[in-house]
């Protein structure tokens, strides 16, 4: 049977990490069709159709869906459930919000943040901050999913397959959008960037993280990350949090600025290609997983690293 | 208005956990245990409703081994006013998890429910939204704030792109995260309080709910491990590797 992947998109454009998730849904069946459930989001759903290894969009289209309400999202999935055995997502903000709640309403389990697939109902998954690896059979009819996309590359573009009007189900009326306050910058996702930046507790202040961090991000072209203590103390905003319980990255570059690598932080970054620490401890748990570790002053350091890039 | 805190007992945060040699699980032999830090954040906002005289009582209740009274009663330490224990000692998945506390809900019939958003020990992330639907109500996951109104709650909520506020309808489900408050630290006199504090017992299975895993745990194994590489003594030695040794500039 077919596999529904649901898309992360802003209405406009579709993320790249619906793209990973369909690498790991390509890995379990092929006939796959991708949910873009939105408002006014036939922009997202022309790209979904590019993708390669997509069968079909199902296009869902109603003001109730605009804001990724938890409800009205878990109300559609699960009207057209039948019609799949795997149901699919990138395990971001909004699919960890909705996916539980359809594996519920359809009394199955969900397999949570899968780094890889081993057979179509076979999956390996991280637990205790990525400190073991568990292999997990599901025994459910139907499969509930999410993907940590930083494990799987993005399926490239290469189809065109068309676009099919879906029906919203009705809005069971239980929350309301009230207001965003999303953060815009010309930086890349900090899912997706090649090259990730990202400060610790030592950087003291939101004026130091912006003052010290952001050039060299700037002229690195890279995403910047924080530490759970910066974000906490306010120098960072909470988007920017890498960890266990914040974004999973795995850049090609990681560089960590006063982090000290506790494994809450590492279970976000260690999957990085490389990984360049900066702390003026020399015994810093952050070394024991760096390829190139610097013991020295942040505060010294980076100014001279954006001068000499 | 009663507010309805479930807690687990898990691993401590401190503590750098070992995959068992025969890969048949972790080995938690010995290890310290702790509550779960979200759950921590969720008693604390759920104490700090009842001191602002929006809840009227805290209920704080576990899932677990018998030794998830102690979890319990560090719940009851920092101010939840009686406790509930589900006893069991198998693995119960956060499907059969959301189960059991609909049980306690339909019972209880409290009027908010502070799920933390995630238990740190299997990562998984569920509960809350799952118990919300099993309740059919509205769920605000992922707060850093929440503001009680009439019949309803304006929820902040931590997402991928920064925040986002909802209004949901009450009775209502919301997780916490990270943000949202911190936890206080028991006092000696309230730790010493909530020894008299009630825990109602049950056993999870008399509550006839179905809670066998569904899912097969066939192995569980160590992660791949990084070395440590080199320590470079300057920003150019630090810059020339990158270019010419590691290739990402
Ligand atoms: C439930 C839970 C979930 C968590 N989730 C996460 C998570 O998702 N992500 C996360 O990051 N953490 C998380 N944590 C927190 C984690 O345990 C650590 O507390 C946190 O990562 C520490 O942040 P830090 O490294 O910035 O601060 P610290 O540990 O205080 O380290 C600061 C480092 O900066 C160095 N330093 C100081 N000054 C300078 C200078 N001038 N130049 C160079 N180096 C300097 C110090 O030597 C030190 O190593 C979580 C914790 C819990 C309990």
Redesign the interface.
């Known amino acids: 049977m077919a596999i529904l992947l649901l898309a992360e998109h802003d209405n406009r454009t579709l993320s790249d990490q619906t793209a990973r998730a369909l690498t790991a849904a390509r890995e379990i069946g092929s006939e796959i069709h991708v949910l873009v459930a939105g408002k006014d989001a036939n922009a997202a759903a022309g790209e979904a159709a590019k993708l390669a290894g997509v069968s079909k969009v199902l296009l869902a289209d109603s003001d109730a869906l605009a804001n990724n309400l938890a409800e009205p999202l878990a109300a559609l999935i699960v009207s057209i459930a039948g019609g799949y055995d795997t149901i699919i997502a990138a395990a971001t903000a909004s699919a960890k919000n909705v996916m539980p709640r359809v594996a519920a309403l359809l009394d199955v389990a969900q397999v949570s943040e899968i780094i890889a697939v081993v057979s179509p109902d076979t999956f390996k998954r991280p637990i205790y901050a990525g400190n073991a690896i568990q292999t997990v059979q599901t025994t459910d009819a139907k499969k509930v999913i999410t993907v940590r996309a930083a494990a799987f590359q993005p399926s490239d573009a290469g189809g065109s397959v068309a676009i099919e009007a879906v029906q919203a189900a009705a809005d069971p009326g239980l929350s309301s959008f009230v207001k965003d306050a999303i953060s815009s910058s010309d930086r890349p996702e900090l899912t997706s960037a090649k090259i990730v930046i990202s400060g610790g507790r030592a950087l003291g202040s939101s004026e130091k993280f912006k003052e010290v961090i952001l050039p060299v991000a700037e002229k690195l072209g890279a995403a910047v990350g924080a530490s759970r203590a910066a974000v906490d103390a306010g120098y960072a905003p909470n988007d920017w949090q890498v960890g266990q319980t914040g974004k999973v990255v795995a850049p090609q570059l990681y560089i960590a600025c006063g982090i000290s690598g506790a494994i809450q932080h590492l279970a976000g970054m260690k999957d990085s290609k490389f990984i360049v620490a900066i702390n003026k401890d020399a015994d810093a748990p952050i070394f024991q997983v760096a390829d190139y570790g610097l013991v020295a002053d942040l505060f010294d350091v980076l100014p001279e690293f954006e001068k000499a890039l | 208005m009663k507010v309805l805190v479930p807690v687990k007992r898990v691993?401590d945060?401190n503590v750098?956990?070992r995959?068992k040699p025969d890969n048949s699980g972790?080995d938690l032999a010995n290890v310290k245990m702790a509550i779960n830090p979200?759950d921590e954040i969720s008693v604390e906002a759920a104490v700090r409703l009842k001191e602002a005289g929006q809840a009227t009582e805290v209920v704080a209740v576990s899932i677990g081994p018998a030794k998830a009274e102690e979890t319990l009663r560090s719940a009851l330490a920092m101010g939840a006013d009686r406790a509930i224990l589900i006893e069991t000692d198998d693995t119960v998945?956060?499907?059969a998890v959301?189960k059991i506390l609909k049980c306690v809900a339909d019972t209880e019939k409290p009027g908010l429910i502070i799920v933390g958003?995630?238990a740190?020990?299997?990562?998984?992330?569920?509960?809350?939204?799952?118990?919300?639907?099993?309740l059919?109500?509205?769920?605000?996951?992922?707060a850093?704030k929440i503001e009680l109104g009439d019949q309803k709650a304006?929820v902040t909520?931590?997402?991928?792109?920064?925040?986002?506020?909802?209004?949901?309808?009450l009775p209502?489900v919301v997780t916490t995260?990270?943000?949202l408050n911190e936890p206080r630290y028991a006092s000696l006199p309230n730790i010493m309080k909530a020894k008299k504090k009630p825990i109602e017992k049950r056993i999870a299975a008399d509550l006839g709910v179905a809670t066998a895993?569904?899912?097969?745990?066939?192995?569980?194994?160590?992660?791949a491990t990084?070395k440590?590489?080199?320590?470079?003594?300057?920003?150019?030695e630090?810059?020339e590797?990158?270019r010419s040794e590691?290739g990402?500039?």
Not at chain 2, 157 to 169: C, S
Not at chain 2, 228 to 236: E, F, L
Request: net charge positive.
């Open positions: 691993v945060f750098k956990i995959v972790v979200f998945e956060p499907l959301a958003k995630q740190i020990d299997d990562d998984s992330n569920q509960t809350g939204q799952m118990l919300a639907a099993l059919g109500w509205a769920q605000a996951t992922f850093s304006a909520r931590e997402v991928d792109g920064g925040l986002q506020t909802i209004e949901v309808k209502a995260d990270l943000r895993p569904r899912l097969k745990v066939l192995k569980t194994e160590e992660p990084r440590a590489g080199i320590k470079v003594t300057s920003v150019g630090l810059i590797k990158l590691a990402v500039l």
